[in-house]
C-alpha cells in the first residue's frame, strides 16, 4: 500500500544545505531508496513503500545530525547514511554496522555478537568482556566508524593501558603516536579494515581520530565522541572510575577487555573486574559477556581457549 509522510526541517536554510546544489542529494535519497520526493520551503513530502518511506525518513534524521556537527552535508555523507539505513533494514534488529574496505557490511556473526551490537546501540556505556578472538574491539570500532560516518559524533577517541611500559613512555623514541602506537595495533588494524589507510592518516592529522595512553586521559572532557578503551583489564579501578567519568555530551564509551589476560603488577585489582561487579543495573549502561562459542578467529583458537578454561 503506498504510504505518504513530510519530514519539517528547521528552516529554510537547512533544506537548502540538506538538498545540495540543484536538490542533487534529493535524487541521489530518490534513485536509492525509491522513493518520490517533493520539496516545498522547508518540508519534504516523500511517496513510497512504508519500508523505502521509513528509510527516507531515518536518512533526513542522519543528514540532519550530519549538517549539525559539521556544518555541511556531501554527496559522499549522503551515499554512506543511504548505505547503511539500507543495511540496516536488511538485517533483523539493524545489525549492520558499517561498509569495510572493499565493499562488504561488517555484521555480528554469532549471538554474541548480536547481543553486543544492539547493546551499543541502545547504550551510552558498553562494557564488554571477553576471550580473544570474539571480535569485542573489531565490533566497537566498527560501531564508531559508523557514527562517524553518519555525523552522528565529531570524533573517535581511541584509548589504551601501556602497562607493559609502566604507562612510562618516555623512554621509547617518537613523539606520543609513536610511542603508544605499538599497543594500539589492533584498533589501527580495524580502522585500517573500515576505511582507507589515507583517510585514517588524514583524520588523525586533524584530531578527528585521536589515539591516548590512559594515563593522559585525567582531566578531559569529551563531547560529541566515541571514546573506546581496548584492554581495560591492564586498567586500575581508580583509572577506570577517571575514564568512565571523561564522558561529555552526545558521546559514547566503549569498554573492551579480557578478565583472564590481567599484566597488571601482583596485587593491584584490575579496574575492569571490579567495573564488572559494581556498574550492574545502571542505566543506559550495559555489560556484556561473550565466551569461546562468539570466537571468530581460526577454528583452532576456541580449542585452544577451552582447554585453558579446562
Known sequence: MPVSRNVTLDSRDEAILLFGMRDQNLRLIRDVL?????????????????????????????????????????????????????????????????????????????????????????????????????????????????????????????VRPAVEAGERLGFLPGDIVAKINPYLRPLFDALNDMMEPEQVKKYMENDIIEIVPLAYMRGRTLNNAVIILDEAQNATVSQMKMFLTRMGHNSKIIVTGDSTQVDLPKGIQSGMSDALKRLRNINRLAIVYLDKNDIVRHALVQQIVKAYED
Not at 525518513?57 to 539505513?85: C, H, M, P, W, Y
Open 34 to 158: 525509491g522513493v518520490r520526493l517533493v520539496a516545498r520551503g522547508d518540508t519534504v513530502q516523500i511517496d513510497g513503500t512504508e519500508e523505502t518511506v521509513s528509510q527516507a525518513e531515518r536518512s533526513f534524521q542522519q543528514l540532519r545530525s550530519t549538517l549539525r556537527n559539521k556544518g555541511k552535508v556531501t554527496a559522499e555523507d549522503v551515499r554512506t547514511i543511504l548505505e547503511v539505513v539500507r543495511a540496516g533494514s536488511q538485517m533483523t534488529g539493524s545489525t549492520n554496522l558499517t561498509m569495510l574496505d572493499g565493499g562488504k557490511y561488517l555484521r555480528p556473526r554469532t549471538d554474541g555478537q548480536g547481543r553486543y551490537v544492539q547493546a551499543l546501540r541502545e547504550n551510552d556505556v558498553t562494557i564488554c568482556e571477553g576471550p580473544a578472538g570474539t571480535g569485542k574491539t573489531f565490533m566497537a570500532v566498527g560501531m564508531a566508524v559508523t557514527l562517524l560516518r553518519t555525523g552522528q559524533v565529531k570524533k573517535i577517541v581511541l
